[in-house]
């Protein structure tokens, strides 16, 4: 059998109507009574079960508002149901990309670990910082507590968290007078 020429050149209104008969399908209607629209919404009928009614949009939300998923199951049933919803819900976190956004927004990620770490809120200012550095340094210095690893590694994440912030400080800084401009000396 010799191959047809296709009569698809590119333009929808020259194409067949899903390449099957050429005729359009029929639309169905809305399974609400007196509603000529579209039902492109499905709606189970009941719990559990493949059957649906198919509603237009307007329909379709006013079927859900009153839709109770709980109502056509036994109380034993539905206490179970309820449990393992409440279960898998517990199992979701916070989504990452919110986690940045503590204190006012200024400090990064990192810096609000080493707030941590210092033991301040993530819009402590610069005084503070100094301020808990110098406590906390005192409190887990190594010749303070002799023989004590764990005082020891406190001193030095101490020192870390205290170091990332001064940098940090620093930058801010630099970039302050960078946008400013260089000041002239006066004669």
Known sequence: MRNRRSNDWG???????????????????????????????????????????????AHAAEYNRGWDYFAALDAETAEAARAEDSASARGYRRA??????????????????ALKVLELEPDASVEAIKSAYRRLAKA??????????????????????????REAEARRAEAGAARTGPRRKES
């Not at 503590?102 to 990064?108: A, F, I, K, L, V």
């Not at 303070?144 to 406190?154: K, V, Y």
């Open 11 to 57: 333009f929808p209104r020259w194409r067949a109507y899903d390449g099957a008969g050429g005729s359009p399908q029929a639309l169905r209607r809305c399974d609400r009574d007196g509603c000529d629209l579209p039902g492109t919404c499905p709606a189970p009928k009941a719990p559990n079960r493949p059957e649906r009614w198919w509603f237009c949009a």
């Open 96 to 113: 990452a990309h919110w986690d940045w956004g503590e204190g006012d927004g200024s400090r990064s990620r990192a810096e609000q670990d």
């Open 140 to 165: 887990h210095h190594p010749d303070l507590n002799p023989g004590d690893a764990g005082a020891e590694a406190r001193f030095r994440a101490t020192q870390a968290a205290y170091a990332v912030l």
